[in-house]
């Protein structure tokens, strides 16, 4: 069986991926494709990896993990999401790194699932933004390790996704810029569950409501019942313009103003970033989604 996970990052998709597909699980099982509820198996999953990480030799469940979230024998594919997988919220940026230990994370959860044909998919984010971000939302000792241990513009998604790739080469990778999802979504959730280009999954345009106001989407939601798309770039170009003209910046606002940032180093950063995801691209075995 195929087993996808969906690893994040944190501050990116806060399981709204995960909602939307369980949503359509019903369609989603038609072809083969099963998602369990994030209750189901984020417990489980949680335990299998504190017990290997705490013992080299830790004893295989006697249930493999793959028999226990409730899929059909006949499933093709399996989709876990959980943004905790590549490591804790408060360890996302530690080593002066993003996530370092999302190599050994993956190596682990290759070792939980043998047999299986493995692949993940996450999305990064402007090395700035999450990181203000991570700063605002966690506990002052993650705070003060992040603040004090990191030289922020050495922040490297392509050092993170290499080192995943080396970890686990047999473990292709995709990989899309938060920035770019409302342009990518459905593409994503495509690439995320393996579903058919012929599946209309329902209640996909709800992520939108955390970009646009209230108006606008109501607006863009009649437009689209009333000129359903035909191909995947006429959904981006309305969905583009739409956004141009009801996009609601407070609703991802957010606050730069850390002990000793800049503007001018929050323009560096958003530099490297945009120049990292051309070293992305050239990463074997790495697929950047794009708009």
Known sequence: M??????????????????????????????????????????????????????????????PLADRFGCPPDARRMVLS?????????????????????????????????????????????????????????????VRRMLDTTTPQDLRWSDTIGRMRSACPDIPLTVWCDEDTPYLWHEVLQAVS????????????DWFAQVMTEDGLTRMLAWLEAHPPATEDQRRRIISAFLDKFFDPEKIDVNLDLPGWTEELVEVMTELYDQDIARLRALPGVTVLSP
């Open 82 to 142: 959980w943004q905790d997988l590549p490591s804790k919220r408060g360890w996302a940026i530690a080593e002066n790194r993003l996530y370092p230990q999302a190599p050994r994370a993956l190596q682990q959860l290759q070792a939980l699932f043998p047999g299986h044909d493995i692949a993940g998919a996450l999305a990064i984010r402007n090395p700035a933004t999450l990181m203000a971000s991570l700063v605002e939302h966690a506990n002052d000792k993650a």
């Open 2 to 63: 195929q087993i996808s996970f969906h690893m994040g990052v944190h501050m990116t998709d806060e399981d709204r991926l995960a909602r939307c597909l369980v949503g359509n699980a019903a369609a989603l099982a038609a072809e083969g494709i099963c998602v369990p509820t994030p209750e189901t198996y984020r417990p489980v999953l949680q335990t299998a990896l504190r017990a290997l990480r705490e013992t080299a030799d830790a004893p295989a469940p006697p249930t």
């Open 194 to 205: 393996g579903h058919s280009d012929a599946l209309r999954l329902e209640h996909t345009y």
